[in-house]
């Protein structure tokens, strides 16, 4: 049998859902602990975070080997890597921001692709996207406990 935090986790590490849908269901329907209810969500939202920033390099250069996906990876690094460096140093800034903004596809998932996108090394990439997960789940856990409302 699965444990509620298990639940909370996978549900946390999925792309439609992430945190923003896991703390209200661990605390709303499973009664669980705050901290436990963010905890759960946090790291269950960290896990594929790790695998998109290590693992969608390779799967572009992989897809790449057929000249439609070729065609379309060189349009998009030719519009999005221009200004490589800038993208890397105030990119990762950003990252922490919009992972942090709990508002529909501002995650995790869309932060790692972005960063991606853009060409932000994993090391810079990977602690401000942490760091918006932190962010969001802290804004979510208070939402959801009624101290802070969102219009």
Request: hydrophobic share 55%.
């Amino acid at each position: 049998m699965i444990s509620n935090g298990l639940r909370i986790a996978f549900l946390s590490a999925l792309p439609l859902t992430e945190l923003r849908g896991a703390i209200p269901l661990a605390l709303a329907i499973y009664k669980m602990p705050v901290f436990q209810a963010y905890s759960f969500a946090v790291l269950g939202n960290i896990a594929p975070a790790i695998f998109l920033l290590l693992y969608l390099k390779p799967f572009s250069e992989y897809l790449c080997q057929w000249s439609l996906f070729n065609k379309f990876f060189q349009w998009l690094f030719k519009r999005t890597r221009r200004h490589e460096k800038k993208y890397e140093k105030y990119g990762a800034i950003f990252l922490l921001f919009f992972v942090a903004t709990p508002l529909p596809m501002t995650g995790a998932w869309t932060g790692s692709v972005a960063a991606f996108v853009f060409g932000i090394r994993f090391w810079y990439a990977f602690p401000t996207i942490v760091g918006g997960i932190l962010i969001a789940g802290i804004l979510v856990t208070l939402a959801s406990l009624g101290i802070i409302g969102f219009i």
